[in-house]
């Protein structure tokens, strides 16, 4: 059986898990796990994910707040250039001690961290993520934290810019590399005037 320290995904909290008021930065990367969107919009698994914050130890657990940023591909849905860049996410993560103690008691506990640190919790509302602490809480495991917090801040609509002109609707034409592009319609009027000549001359000639 994988020993839990070996997971990618587990970062050692034991010294700050002792008592409250201790912080633990974090600054690191971690491996994508899989599932967090698809080949469409998604990242790939084990693409580096960056984590910067603090887990900061309160009464009955464990809060980590900070950033992450994770390489998300995706195509334009206008022109369909594919797009990769960075996309950052402001996460506030609850490991609470023990999964026995009541609700009430955990949120009692965190109401009262709200209301001395509320810059860091700002615009967050009661809908805060719970995650596991492992081994007696030796060990706070990111892998959920970090796909929920991606899957729900993926791109639903992705564009390569804001206003991007699409593909021309005729021929697929990028219109962002050929702004000028068009098809004249007076081509078309063109080719019906030259077939109704075709056709005058046809009958005169009968
Ligand atoms: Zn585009
Ligand atoms: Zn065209």
Not at 107 to 119: C, F, M, N, Y
Not at 175 to 201: F, M, S, W, Y
Request: charge should be negative; include cysteine.
């Amino acid at each position: 059986m994988a020993r839990v320290e070996d997971s990618p995904w587990a970062i050692s909290v034991a010294q700050v898990a002792t008592r409250a008021g201790q912080s633990k930065p974090v600054d690191a990367d971690f491996p994508a796990p899989e599932g967090i969107g698809d080949t469409i919009v998604g990242v790939a698994p084990g693409a580096p994910i960056h984590v910067s914050g603090s887990f900061d130890s309160i009464v009955d657990g464990l809060i980590f707040s900070g950033r992450i940023s994770a390489p998300v591909s995706t195509e334009c849905t206008r022109c369909l250039t594919p797009i990769e860049h960075d996309w950052p996410v402001s996460v506030t993560a609850f490991f609470p001690y023990a999964q026995a103690e009541s609700k009430r008691d955990a949120r009692a506990g965190k109401k009262a961290r709200r209301e001395t640190e509320v810059d860091i919790i700002a615009g967050e509302d009661e809908s805060e993520d719970t995650y596991p602490l492992l081994m007696d809480g030796a060990f706070a495991d990111i892998e959920a934290m970090l796909r929920d917090s991606l899957v729900e801040a993926l791109p639903l609509q992705p564009l390569c810019r804001e206003d991007c002109r699409g593909l021309c609707s005729q021929c697929g034409e990028n219109l962002n590399e050929h702004p000028d592009h068009g098809h004249d319609v007076t081509d078309i009027r063109l080719a019906g005037l030259a077939a109704l000549k075709a056709q005058l001359e046809a009958e005169a000639g009968e």
